[in-house]
């Protein structure tokens, strides 16, 4: 499938090489591409390992209270059958707000495991948080991700072009009537469109 350029894609990389790092929980409404963009900043890494807490029950059954994430990532590896190798791999556990459990293991992972990059991403997380008693403080760095923006939709329309003379017009170096022109006319697509990728990619 096709991926856009996101926002997003800077702060996954800046994070990856943090030397403060903490585990990673990406948060955002439904289908606005956070699994995308944590699948493309994957070819970062040697290895990429993906599990899905609403469609793998074994695998949320993991995630339990007295956790041991080292022992839960060997367990995790033999099931998938992909190594799981702290600087070489990249664990993605996508749909973290169907389990309490999965999201408060993300602090044993800053405690324990902290050489692992550890990503989480969830839909409607806040109402899950609301429900509990800790959220990992000080050992969870939060990312939001929202619907593309006006820039992210142009760079879909691959006029990377159009925002560089746009940026680059102030006072009196005003933008020519032709280029602004096709930027109105791009921001009335969008206004249409949205910005779901879906959509744009339709």
């Not at 997003?8 to 606005?32: F, T």
């Not at 973290?96 to 969830?122: C, N, T, W």
Request: glycine share 6%; hydrophobic share 40%.
């Amino acid at each position: 499938m096709t991926y856009y350029r996101r926002n997003i894609d800077q702060k996954l990389l800046e994070w990856k090489d943090s030397p403060r790092r903490k585990p990673l929980l990406i948060r955002g409404a439904r289908q606005v591409g956070k699994s995308s963009a944590v699948r493309h900043f994957a070819k970062c890494f040697k290895y990429f390992v993906e599990v899905n807490l609403e469609r793998q029950p074994s695998i949320r059954q993991l995630f339990t209270k007295d956790i041991d994430v080292k022992r839960t990532c060997e367990d995790i590896s033999a099931s998938t059958g992909i190594p799981i190798v702290a600087g070489k791999t990249l664990l993605f556990i996508d749909e973290i707000q169907v389990s309490q459990e999965g999201i408060m293991s993300l602090r044993y992972f800053k405690e324990d495991y902290p050489e692992l990059h550890v990503i989480a991403a969830g839909s409607l997380l806040e109402f899950t948080l609301q429900e509990l008693p800790t959220f990992g403080v000080g050992r969870i760095h939060s990312l939001f991700m929202y619907p593309m923006t006006f820039d992210e939709f142009l760079y879909a329309n691959h006029e990377e072009g159009l925002i560089l003379l746009r940026n680059e017009a102030y006072g009196n170096q005003s933008l020519d009537q032709a280029f602004h022109d096709k930027l109105v006319e791009y921001f009335r697509t969008y206004l249409l469109v949205g910005g779901m990728p879906e959509s744009v990619l339709a």
